[in-house]
């Protein structure tokens, strides 16, 4: 990941196609997108799939538990139809899939979901990305304990901290030398909390960001990248007010 304003597509082009799916993955990359961001959860068998909710029932699969089921009845479902007729093809992709498609095109911001022992997720996700190039993923998480168990594992992995209230307390629960980058939601951004993670050597990347005034903010504000369900708008928006730090 390089130092320049970074654009997070936020589920991948998830204003386009299906959050999460391997569509909304590619469209992202094809877009430009910086990073890509997916939601991750563990299923029953240890294996990881994309998928934000808890339950499939958004997607028209019932109250089935992600992390109750096979992978290989999840693989039967149909993802994309509840978005659009034509993405009735769309299957939920594993973390494997998605880290092959994604690693040496643009960078990977993983946002872990399973709450188990942090030990274990820690295990499995490093297991699952074994022989991947990590200085290209980001492992971002709402849980210290998790985040303080990957980097037991895997010392200098990048980890991203994940939190939507009390910013400036929150940046003190992680100690920085394990962090590589925050992740406020847009309503706590301040140039305050940008510059106290700049003074401490992380970055901030802030999520979700869908407006291009909020945008402009947010660059005038000190932030280093932003979470968007609109990737190639927002390298346009960037482009309009004459950011100089963007990375293409």
């Known amino acids: 990941m390089n130092r320049g304003f ?3 597509a936020h589920r991948g082009a998830s204003s386009e196609c299906p959050e999460n799916s391997m569509c909304a993955i590619v469209r992202a990359l094809e877009l430009g ?5 997916i939601d991750v959860r563990m299923t029953r068998t240890g294996e990881w799939v994309v998928i934000h ?26 993802i994309g139809s509840w978005f659009g007729s034509q993405f ?45 190039d990590l200085s290209s993923v980001v492992f971002s998480s709402f849980s210290p304990a998790l985040l303080k168990a990957l980097e037991k594992r895997r010392p200098g992995i990048r980890l991203g901290y994940l939190f939507k209230n009390f910013p ?9 030398r ?18 106290e993670a700049k003074a401490r050597g ?3 990347f802030v999520w979700t960001v869908n407006q291009p005034d909020i945008l402009e903010r947010l660059v005038r504000g000190g932030a280093d990248g932003v979470f968007t369900d609109h990737p190639g708008e927002a390298r346009r928006w960037l482009e309009s007010i004459g950011n100089t730090r963007l990375c293409r």
């Not at 400036?168 to 920085?176: A, F, H, S, Y």
């Not at 394990?178 to 510059?195: C, G």
């Open 202 to 204: 992380l970055r901030t």
């Open 6 to 8: 970074q654009i997070i």
């Open 33 to 37: 997108a910086d990073c890509v961001e």
């Open 178 to 195: 394990l962090l590589y980058s925050i992740h406020p939601r847009k309503e706590i951004f301040s140039s305050r909390l940008a510059a």
């Open 88 to 132: 009735k093809s769309e299957r939920m992709p594993t973390l494997r899939e998605t880290a092959r498609r994604v690693i040496g095109s643009a960078a990977l911001v993983l946002d872990i979901k399973t709450r188990r022992a942090p030990e274990v997720l820690a295990a499995s996700l490093l297991e699952t990305l074994a022989g991947q």
């Open 53 to 78: 909710d808890e339950t499939l029932e958004r997607f028209g699969g019932g109250k089935l538990k992600v992390e109750e089921a096979d992978p290989a009845a999840l693989k039967k479902i149909d």
């Open 168 to 176: 400036l307390l929150r940046t003190r629960l992680v100690p920085p």
